[in-house]
């Protein structure tokens, strides 16, 4: 789930922005020193059904699980409309909808685990082998099925080459080019699919990314280091765990996050790169990362599901954990182990050790409906094992965003029901977009430099039900916004505001706050402006500490756009580290050379750091000491 309901591409400096770790390649050079809290446009519409029965008009959760008693159901729609009865109780009065006459089961899809929505409002879930006891639908164990928006009709979206028995892994969904990402366990690979048409309904392969070994063609499930499981699209890469050990099989590497970057809408291979060892939890090993997601502060946060094999469930010994983006280091940060408590102390199913708060299920999601004046996002969901001290709820937990504890977070058990233990039985969650549906969507939304001003345009695909619009701006991707006072006007149906409150060099984050002519409020942004340097000219600001004998930090500035390259020479000329190489938008750029040459240390000695413009070659001298 993301933050704003944009849903076409806006071509700015944020869109493109990653965190990276350890060297960067050359296709992906662009991307240092811009912001790494990048917030994602909505890829979640919210759905709505004809359905009388389907009665949902505020927040809603949507989840997969095993198979629920009674109805068979194996997708669910949670009606979460505030107030809560309380913390650290069950929302048991929660609206509950599994489609058209409880279709949505697994006669109809069979065993689901991987979920996602696309900005049009249909559900889409993959068969999977994850649980105790798993059916197979009617597309077979590579199945990707879609639940249509408007009818909750069900139809087979595309089969992957899946074997007897192997299902496929987790499913994201990419707004800014209309495609969906799947990570298969039969082969290891990651497969790019997309529909012919606009909203259609099925897809076909595009193409397939194998990022560790070669798939050997055989049957059956990739082995361990191979087998992918939880993908996420963010900021133009695709971020995917690889899942290498779990209880019963502890002797691979640790489970890891890489990424992948997109060179335009395709695979860009060259740029896969590792971004996350997973730090050990119980007897030296951690269980496979199932799910992925972003936070509206671009953090990243990991959602573990305990596994004694390919397609033995376990319990108890999972984690959730949220790793920020640290622009000072070049990678990912885990500020707070164990910030995230996930239900109660319990023991199971390899380790024998009880723990705390360990019980993730393997789904996590962000609520955007503010949580306090405070923060202005909502709730993490996660879908969790043993919620309550009686072991009665098993569900999905809503913890305070930045962590919490089951005494501070909203519960819902999955089927109400608090009878009798579901462990291993549940499955992923998404939180759509907030708010319902309207008319409204926004087709336009830039900043950038004019002159001593940052020149704002945005227009709306249908503003009939639009009754007015606030420009707000602040100076962190997290706020405080405020109202900006600017000078508007429209050129060709796009308004234009211009924002004469900003200062050279420096960068701004705007975004629409929207009311409707039914009393509904919306928010698009934020997106990114800079201005340029007052003395408009390509400079090296900064390089410090110098002489160094660690990382460098330098900034350099940018006074138009323009293709510009920031490399390490030594006193021969050669090169030895490209810092940056690509076309940058004006404004100020901080980059870290890391004091190597070829992948070594650099030895101690004079280097030059060359910043290559249009206007021409600056150089300036830098020392590394041994």
Known sequence: ???????????????????????????AIAQVGLPCAVVDPCCAGRPTYTDPNYTFGGDILVGTREVEAGTNACVTIFDITQPYPGNGVNFAAVLRYHGPGDSWNVTNLGSVF?????????????????YSADFVGPGGDGAVYRIANGTGAINTFITLPNSSGVGLGNISYDCDHDQFFVTDHEDGKIYRIKTATTNAPTAAIQESFDPMLPDNGATGFAPLGERLWGVQWHAGRVYYAVWSQNCNETSGPPNSIRSVGLL???????????????????LNYSHPVSDITFSPKGSMLLAERSMSGPSSPAAHESRMLEYVCSPAVGGWLLPNLNAY??????????????????NSAGGVDCDFDPFSPATPFGRVWGTSDAINGSLTVYGIQGLPPGGGTPAVSAWVDFDGSVASSEKTEMGDVEVPCAGVI?????????????????KLRWQFGDASDIASVNLERADRVTGPYEIVAADVHTEGGVTVALDRGVGAGRSYFYRLVVQTKTGERL?????????????????????????????????????????????????QGREVAVLADGIYRPGRFPITW????????ARGGVYFVRYQTPA???????????
């Open 616 to 626: 021409g070659s600056l150089i300036r001298r830098v020392v590394v000491t041994p």
């Open 264 to 282: 335009g809408a395709a695979f860009d291979p060259p740029t896969d790169q590792l971004e996350i060892v997973l730090p050990a939890h119980v």
């Open 114 to 130: 991987g979920l996602t929505m696309d900005k049009y409002g249909n559900i889409f879930v993959c068969a999977t082998s994850c």
């Open 523 to 571: 928010t698009f942004g934020p997106v990114n402006g800079t201005m340029a340097d007052a003395n408009g000219k390509f400079s090296i600001s900064r390089l410090t500490p110098n002489p160094s004998q660690g990382p460098i930090q330098l900034e350099f500035s940018v006074p138009r756009e323009s293709h510009v390259k920031v490399s390490v020479v030594d006193v």
């Open 341 to 358: 408590v996930l239900g109660v102390s319990a023991t199971c199913c390899c380790s024998g050790i009880a723990g705390n708060g360990t």
């Open 594 to 601: 890391d004091g190597t040459r070829e992948g070594a240390a």
């Open 438 to 454: 309207t008319a409204t969507e926004l087709s336009l939304f830039t900043a950038e430099p004019a002159g001593e001003a940052l």
């Open 1 to 27: 789930m993301r933050n704003m309901r944009l849903w076409t591409t806006i071509t700015l400096s944020i869109a493109t922005a990653a965190c990276l770790v350890g060297a960067v390649p050359r296709s």
